[in-house]
């Protein structure tokens, strides 16, 4: 790790000074993460949760939950959104996510039917989002049709924007957008595969 | 222009070599307070740099200036007499000499040290040592050579007496 190749015998003399262990830098991580969070510079913490549907991503600012991703999305990608859209005041931050990770397993466990924790939309805009307001009325079991939903966002005719809406979703699985299928029943499509949509309503359904 | 990374990946990246120069600069007793000071006032500072600088020879300058108030507060604080802290504790920190050579490097002046640790543990070339040290490129260069040369002398003064001390 000692840089300077071209004094090999300097690096082989400073060689005992390399080893640092992954404890302390997780001690450091954490104790950063925490002080970062109190002084309000931590502007995204995250974290990861494995799930039935795959491993989600978790990501909040101080407002509220702003980001869910499956695994499929590429969560680094994911992080590397939020740094350039949001912030890049990001770290990684299991105990701020505690709440949210707690929420998941007991609606995994099929104990939970509503989640209970501050949102933050801010990645989303105008009909889209109130196409995501309106989304945790559809109650745990139910779904509505596309159609029905951009009816109660207001615009009847805008169907189509409502499954953009759906697709471009920043919080799948605790903004429910799995409970919006087709007119005819059939699923659509979902961020997460239809397997994961299939496998979400079946969990509501029990 | 490449969009700046989260900082998650800069301190996975970084956070080794800084807490490398911490603790060459201050001692293993001050350096997790060195590096945590110097992480903090990189994050806040990070939306602001720009996505072309040099994150490494950045997160060393904030070091050095953390490192100089840790060093002035330390000097205005009383010295306890009671307790006897006369070599930094070792925990957490692996052996194979680790502690050893710590204590050489503590035994530099300030100036060798510094340049010790920010162009050898560090990478910076002695043009941007001298940045922060003041004086020219030479001068650092000549700190930092005349601080390897005082660490091998201490080196192998104290495994003489190393060797004498563990003889039973």
């Not at chain 1, 933050?120 to 779904?143: C, K, N």
């Not at chain 2, 350096?31 to 602001?48: C, I, N, R, V």
């Not at chain 2, 192998?156 to 563990?166: A, I």
């Given at each position: ?35 970062a969070a109190e002084q309000h510079t931590l502007d995204i913490a995250y974290r990861t949760v494995d799930s039935p549907i795959g491993k989600l991503l978790l990501a909040t600012t101080e407002r509220g939950m702003v980001r869910v991703a499956f695994e499929v999305e590429d969560h680094d990608a994911v992080l ?127 | ?36 000071e110097t992480f903090l006032s990189a994050l806040k500072a990070y939306p602001e740099l720009p996505a072309d600088a040099n994150l490494q020879a950045w997160l060393v300058t904030i070091a050095h200036r953390k490192s100089i108030d840790i060093v002035r507060a330390r000097n205005r604080q009383p010295v306890p ?88």
């Amino acid at each position: 790790m000692t840089i300077h190749h071209d004094e090999p015998d300097v690096s082989e003399l400073l060689a005992p000074l390399d080893s640092v262990e992954p404890a302390v830098m997780q001690r450091l991580h954490d104790r950063l993460a925490a002080a970062a969070a109190e002084q309000h510079t931590l502007d995204i913490a995250y974290r990861t949760v494995d799930s039935p549907i795959g491993k989600l991503l978790l990501a909040t600012t101080e407002r509220g939950m702003v980001r869910v991703a499956f695994e499929v999305e590429d969560h680094d990608a994911v992080l590397q959104l939020l740094a350039e859209k949001l912030s890049p005041r990001i770290l990684f931050s299991a105990s701020r996510l505690d709440p949210a990770a707690r929420e998941l397993d007991e609606y995994f466990a099929g104990t939970r039917h509503q989640f209970d924790l501050p949102l933050d939309f801010s990645l989303s805009r105008g009909f889209r989002l109130s196409v995501l307001e309106h989304l945790p009325q559809i109650a745990y079991g139910h779904t509505e049709s596309y159609a029905q939903v951009a009816l109660a966002a207001g615009s009847p005719r805008a169907v189509r924007a409502v499954g953009t809406a759906c697709a471009t979703n920043p919080l799948p699985v605790i903004v429910p957008c799995h409970r919006v299928v087709k007119s005819d029943g059939s699923f659509g499509n979902y961020l997460g595969g239809t397997e994961a949509k299939r496998a979400l309503l079946a969990l509501e359904a029990a | 222009m490449e969009p700046k990374k989260p900082f998650e990946l800069v301190v996975r990246e970084h956070g080794p070599t800084v807490l490398r120069v911490c603790r060459a600069v201050l001692g293993a007793h001050d350096a997790e307070d060195g590096w945590s000071e110097t992480f903090l006032s990189a994050l806040k500072a990070y939306p602001e740099l720009p996505a072309d600088a040099n994150l490494q020879a950045w997160l060393v300058t904030i070091a050095h200036r953390k490192s100089i108030d840790i060093v002035r507060a330390r000097n205005r604080q009383p010295v306890p007499v009671d307790e006897l802290p006369v070599r930094p504790s070792g925990l957490g920190i692996p052996g194979d000499g680790h502690q050893d050579m710590l204590d050489a490097v503590g035994q530099l002046p300030p100036k060798q040290r510094q340049a010790v640790a920010y162009h050898y543990l560090a990478g910076l070339p002695y043009k941007d040592v001298a940045g922060l040290l003041g004086g020219t490129p030479d001068a650092a260069r000549r700190a930092g050579a005349d601080g390897v040369k005082a660490l091998r002398t201490i080196l192998v003064d104290s495994s003489v007496s190393y060797v004498k001390e563990e003889t039973p």
